[in-house]
């Protein structure tokens, strides 16, 4: 792989990409999902987003700028051909909390689904597929992240070509947050102990700097230095100004906030009851 690039040769490079690059894009209607199909479409990708039946009316208007299906990540036939023609798949669905009560485990919520879409990518010809994982922290179940390890450890043996993002929680700018998020991302900054703790990889971003470094991942996968992308590397995607919060807006209306029991939660939706 080629070494790694700025934010600003990132930007040459999707400005003079011809043609646009087809990205289907899974968890279309949730938090996260949503934010990676915009900022795919800012980006100028060809956007296609799996959506959840039923849950069509989460899109908002994102749904008049991308085409969208419906499907079900944990049904493999509902996947069949979904992704043809496609040249990347951002796999985004998950959830940080489980309920083995009602069959919802970590495994069935976030390795079972990975599983069923690097399937799908590998049947369907994808050449790449971005797969939304977690970095490893305090405040983070470990049966959450064993799950998003094994769905890692699983896209390496069925040979699928992927990116793996191990990201932090993400928040909203100008959206509330406890004092508790607002001092580890505070901490992040202070020299030494931010790196002691590991905060550099591990504190709250901003949900547009994840999501603009990985829609420019899914449009140049093969400038991408690392097989696995921390929250250094995405803000490296980003410019100044971008990871300031003063670039241009990532629209999106409608989004579902985050999980109400934390503040700062990429999750994606869960499988219907049967």
Avoid at 13 to 24: A, D, E, F, K, M
Wanted: include cysteine.
């Amino acid at each position: 792989m080629t070494s790694s690039l700025s934010a600003g040769e990132y930007l040459r490079i999707v400005t003079t990409s011809q043609p646009r690059r087809r990205v289907l894009v899974t968890g279309g209607g949730s938090f996260l999902g949503d934010y990676i199909a915009a900022a795919l479409v800012a980006e100028g990708a060809d956007v296609t987003l799996l959506v959840r039946p039923g849950a069509e009316d989460h899109l908002g208007g994102l749904a008049e700028r991308v085409r969208w299906a419906t499907a079900d990540v944990w049904n493999p036939a509902s996947l069949r051909g979904r992704a043809r023609a496609h040249q990347c798949v951002v796999h985004t669905v998950g959830s940080l909390t489980a309920d083995p009560a009602q069959g919802l485990t970590h495994q069935r919520l976030n390795f079972l689904s990975a599983r069923n879409v690097i399937n799908m990518c590998s049947s369907d010809g994808v050449p790449t597929c971005i797969l939304m994982s977690t970095t490893r922290a305090p405040w983070l179940n470990r049966g959450y992240v064993h799950a998003k390890r094994d769905a890692e450890e699983y896209v390496g043996r069925v040979g699928v070509s992927a990116l793996i993002v191990r990201a932090p929680l993400v928040y909203r700018r100008g959206a509330p947050r406890s004092l508790f998020w607002r001092l580890i991302s505070g901490l992040r900054h202070v020299p030494i102990l931010g790196w002691l703790l590991r905060l550099n990889r591990i504190a709250p971003m901003p949900v547009d700097v994840l999501a603009r470094a990985v829609a420019r991942a899914a449009l140049n996968p093969r400038r991408v230095a690392k097989p696995i992308l921390y929250a250094p590397d995405l803000r490296r995607m980003n410019t100044r100004d971008e990871r300031r919060g003063r670039g241009p807006e990532i629209s999106v209306e409608n989004v579902p906030p985050p999980f109400d029991a934390l503040d700062d939660v990429p999750i994606g939706f869960t499988p219907r009851q049967s």
